[in-house]
């Protein structure tokens, strides 16, 4: 399996300031068709997870412009360019490129 | 987007088995090519159980491939999920959704459950 390992478990924020999530996999996430299948998926409190970007930096509609995703091969970053109150909650990486699909650990998201 | 909610117990007895149930409305569970398990521990990690084509074609996660089954009844509009000689290591929040957690850009349509809080204890 692939391991999905995000840093920090926890990210305290200034509201309207930045934050950044990394996360690293154990192995290539490219796939042989050329794309690499990683998604974030943020998780508010008490709510089911919901995508905010597919294959690394596709946001969906919908989806504030504040938040970017980045990375190629094994290391991926999500960032809030300036955070917003209702940003606040968990946030995973999960790669969907090989079976079985895998999840980083999440990252909690919460205001100073 | 349709609408889920999953049902089953919320207590299963340890070796027992664990039976929930995924009733789509707004839709039909042949709409839709795959529909998904997946799973939040409670110290919220999340696990990625398997899915289930409407024509019957499966992917389950190796990990629990053994004690996994999941099923569509199109007469009831709904898919299921059983998996057997369950322990405490299977206490989690369920959650199903509409789609392949691969949706790509298709996901924007993905519809979640609220999830089912499901214990294993004596």
């Known amino acids: 399996d692939i391991v999905m390992t995000q840093t920090p478990l926890s990210s305290p924020v200034t509201l309207g300031q930045p934050a950044s999530i990394s996360c690293a996999s154990s192995?290539?996430?490219?796939?042989?068709?050329?794309?690499?299948?990683l998604s974030w998926l943020q998780q508010r409190p008490g709510q089911p997870p919901r995508f905010l970007i597919y294959k690394v930096s596709n946001r969906f509609s919908g989806v504030p412009d504040r938040f970017s995703g980045s990375g190629a091969g094994t290391d991926f970053t999500l960032k809030i360019s300036r955070v917003e109150a209702e940003d606040v909650g968990v946030y995973y990486c999960?790669?969907?490129?090989?079976?079985?699909?895998?999840f980083g650990g999440g990252t909690k998201v919460e205001i100073k | 987007q349709v609408q889920l909610q999953e049902s089953g117990p919320g207590l299963v007895k340890p070796s027992g088995t664990l039976s929930l149930t995924c009733a789509v409305s707004?839709?039909?569970?042949?709409?839709?090519?795959?529909w998904s398990w997946v799973r939040q521990f409670p110290g919220k990690g999340l696990e990625w159980i398997g899915e289930?084509?409407?024509?019957?074609?499966?992917n389950y996660n190796p990990s629990l491939e053994s004690r996994v089954t999941m099923s569509v009844d199109k007469s009831k509009n709904q898919f299921s999920l059983r998996v057997t000689s369950v322990t405490a290591a299977d206490t989690a929040v369920y959650y199903c959704?509409?789609?392949?957690?691969?949706?790509?850009?298709?996901?924007?349509?993905?519809?979640w459950g609220r999830g089912t809080l499901v214990t294993v204890s004596s």
């Open positions: 289930i084509g409407h024509w019957g074609s499966t």
């Open positions: 999960m790669q969907v490129t090989q079976f079985p699909f895998t």
């Open positions: 959704a509409s789609d392949s957690l691969s949706c790509g850009g298709n996901c924007l349509n993905l519809s």
């Open positions: 192995q290539s996430l490219a796939h042989s068709d050329g794309n690499t299948y």
């Open positions: 707004g839709g039909s569970v042949t709409s839709n090519n795959w």
